[in-house]
């Protein structure tokens, strides 16, 4: 199991993110054609003039589009999120949907509903954030190279 970290405390991370990236591991599965993805997350501190549901409103949206910038519409993805601080708190997960069906608004409503019911969930909690991806294979497994063999054999038969 080839296992890749692309941040830890050695190397630079990205400025512009709403969110301090702590460690961010991948795991690859080449044999079922599925990689996981794995951060431990905390979300910046908004300005005084804003307002904390709507700064984290935009940090999910950050966060959606910074977990599948690689991701292929057609590929399926599922989302583990685990608060690390609170341990009471259950796993929220969204099971696996065509990537262009997993917008930060769906990530959103069950977000919101988890802190709806949570009186203890703090903006500066450190969350463990978990993307389970699987490659949908594109085609019928056989190569052009063969195809054009096979097209050219008829072609001579006749």
């Keep these: 199991m080839p296992s890749t970290s692309r941040y830890n405390s050695d190397t630079e991370k990205p400025k512009d993110l709403p969110f301090l990236i702590l460690d ?15 951060l431990i ?23 959606t589009n910074y977990l ?5 519409d057609r590929d399926l993805v599922g989302v583990r999120i685990r608060n690390t ?22 990530i ?10 949570n009186a203890r969930f703090g903006l500066t909690d450190r969350l463990e954030v978990h993307l389970d991806h699987v490659i949908i294979p594109v085609g019928n497994g056989k190569s052009a190279e063969k195809n054009e ?4 054999r008829c072609i001579e038969q006749y």
């Excluded at 959103?108 to 019911?117: H, K, T």
């Excluded at 063999?149 to 050219?152: D, L, P, Q, V």
């Design 24 to 38: 961010e591991t991948s795991k690859s599965f080449p044999k079922f054609n599925t990689t996981g993805r794995s």
């Design 41 to 63: 997350i905390k979300f910046k501190l908004p300005g005084q003039e804003r307002e904390p549901m709507t700064y984290l409103k935009e940090c999910i949206t950050e966060l």
């Design 68 to 72: 599948m910038d690689d991701v292929p």
């Design 85 to 106: 601080e609170n341990l009471q708190d259950k796993v929220l997960r969204i099971s696996f949907t065509r990537r262009d069906q997993m917008k930060p608004d769906l």
């Design 108 to 117: 959103w409503a069950v977000l919101s509903q988890v802190i709806q019911r």
């Design 149 to 152: 063999r096979a097209i050219t």
